[in-house]
């Protein structure tokens, strides 16, 4: 089955504690992407990957870090989390940029 | 960053009804996708539309791509329970190859 899968699922952490959301497709795809969901204001994207060693930032890549050293992974690291980045993160993969958005089922962090 | 104006940011209708929203850009968009949000899920997608003045159907679902280039409308039929979520629209515009997405329209049901 085609999928995107984030893992946790849910996570709760202190500020300062550095963590890693895990993000792997199973699609082949080149494009890979991370956003950030919050009331109000839609999905704004964090960073993107166009290929392997290939990323780019978003809209709000402050306090963020990613890495691509493989197709299927693409994890959102956050050094020294805060408690602004409390959110619904989402990774979506697509056969290339600019194509339809396979997103996974999301991780809900929140940083204390 | 851009946002698209989604509308209505929510609505509560009855089974049976036909559902409209709709999402406006101030540049013009060679591609809109539409999404449907389930609580605890991701965004899944509905339709693609390529085309100025493009219809497609999935189902009860029928989308429209604005002769204008700057809107599109999404259409549901029928309403039924499992309908409950929060559609989003997303939109790119020519020379780029990024999406941006509307604010959603949050949709309930009533039985």
């Known amino acids: 089955e085609a999928q995107v899968t984030q893992n946790p699922r849910y996570l709760i952490t202190v500020t300062g504690k550095k963590l890693t959301v895990t993000c792997s497709q199973n699609?082949?795809?080149?494009?890979m992407s991370w956003y950030r969901q919050d009331p109000g204001l839609g999905l704004r994207q964090i960073y993107y990957?166009?290929?392997?060693?290939?990323?780019d930032k978003g809209d709000v890549p402050e306090g963020y870090k990613v890495s691509r050293k493989e197709k299927r992974n693409f994890p959102l690291i956050l050094e020294s989390p805060s408690p602004n980045q409390t959110s619904l993160y989402f990774c979506?993969?697509?056969?290339?940029?600019?194509?339809?958005?396979?997103f996974g089922q999301g991780t809900r962090l929140t940083v204390v | 960053g851009q946002q698209l104006n989604q509308s209505p940011q929510s609505m509560f209708i009855q089974e049976g009804e036909d559902v409209s929203m709709n999402c406006t850009s101030s540049?013009?968009?060679?591609?809109w996708l539409w999404y449907k949000q389930e609580p605890g899920e991701g965004p899944v997608l509905l339709i693609a539309?390529?085309?100025?003045?493009e219809l497609t159907s999935n189902g009860r679902l029928t989308a429209q791509f604005g002769i204008t280039r700057k809107d599109s409308f999404l259409n549901i039929s029928a309403s039924i329970p499992s309908d409950v979520g929060i559609y989003f629209c997303?939109?790119?515009?020519?020379?780029?190859?990024?999406?941006?997405f509307g604010t959603g329209t949050r949709l309930k049901v009533l039985a």
């Open positions: 997303a939109g790119r515009t020519s020379g780029t190859y990024k999406y941006i």
């Open positions: 990957s166009m290929n392997v060693e290939v990323t």
């Open positions: 979506a993969s697509s056969f290339r940029e600019g194509t339809e958005a396979f």
């Open positions: 699609m082949n795809h080149e494009y």
């Open positions: 539309l390529y085309k100025a003045g």
């Open positions: 540049s013009i968009f060679n591609t």
